[in-house]
């Protein structure tokens, strides 16, 4: 069956615009995670939902990172007034319940 | 503190040998869950292994297999008959489930290099 999708692949923007990046989870999972990666470092966790409500969104760095996930399937993580130092791989992964992660290719995030 | 150390950035190792990844944690909790995914350029994160802490048994999965010490806190992840195909980041990872939430707190990597 197919896997975590992540869209776009790659995105480059400009310092102070707004970017969204999508994640469609493997159907039926109901639990679906954002995490960063950024150069050299380890995926961080950044917020978790399980169903349609995020149940902890305390790894997002400040109030210009928000998600969504409005039916609960595809997700929605959205970055307003982007900074250089927001420039990562934005890696999003599902799960069944609670248990083991499957992760999506990643979004590589350039903010010039 | 919630913490998964890798203290070995680099590791190579030749074909067809065994190389062993190191991997320490801290944790309160008794019962628990820790992973080792592979990260190869795709950057796609594939689960190469997991542990329950309850389980005295080490798991193995073909040619990879781990040393579970939870006295020690470690879970070192040894592969064996190396492959070309092994060569990535591998990332230590422990399943955090207080609170009412579940994420992974993952390791900064170890690059495997193998040398043909």
């Known amino acids: 069956g197919a896997g975590v999708s992540q869209t776009p692949s790659n995105k480059v923007t400009e310092k102070g615009k707004y970017v969204e990046l999508r994640c469609d989870p493997i159907s039926g999972h109901t639990a679906l995670y954002w995490y960063r990666q950024s150069l050299g470092q380890g995926p961080e966790f950044l917020i978790y939902f399980q169903g349609t409500g995020a149940a902890d969104d305390s790894g997002l760095p400040n109030d210009r990172f928000f998600a969504v996930r409005p039916e609960g399937s595809v997700s929605t993580l959205k970055i307003q007034r982007t900074e250089r130092g927001d420039s990562a791989v934005y890696l999003c992964a599902s799960s069944p319940t609670t248990g083991e992660q499957f992760f999506g290719p990643g979004t590589r995030l350039t903010v010039l | 503190a919630q913490t998964v150390t890798q203290s070995q950035p680099e590791m190579s190792v030749q074909e067809a040998e065994t190389v062993t990844l190191s991997c320490t944690y801290d944790?309160?909790?008794?019962?628990?869950?820790l992973f080792w995914y592979k990260q190869p350029p795709s950057r796609q994160m594939i689960l190469v292994i997991r542990?329950?802490?309850?389980?005295?048994q080490n798991a193995t999965e073909n040619r990879f297999s781990v040393n579970f010490q939870k006295a020690a806190k470690s879970f070192s992840l040894k592969i064996s008959d190396s492959q070309l195909g092994d060569a990535a980041m591998y990332f230590c990872?422990?399943?955090?489930?207080?609170?009412?939430?579940?994420?992974?707190?993952f390791g900064t990597g170890t690059r495997l290099k193998v040398l043909a």
């Open positions: 542990q329950e802490a309850y389980k005295q």
């Open positions: 990872a422990r399943l955090i489930t207080t609170s009412g939430t579940y994420k992974y707190i």
């Open positions: 944790t309160s909790e008794s019962d628990y869950y």
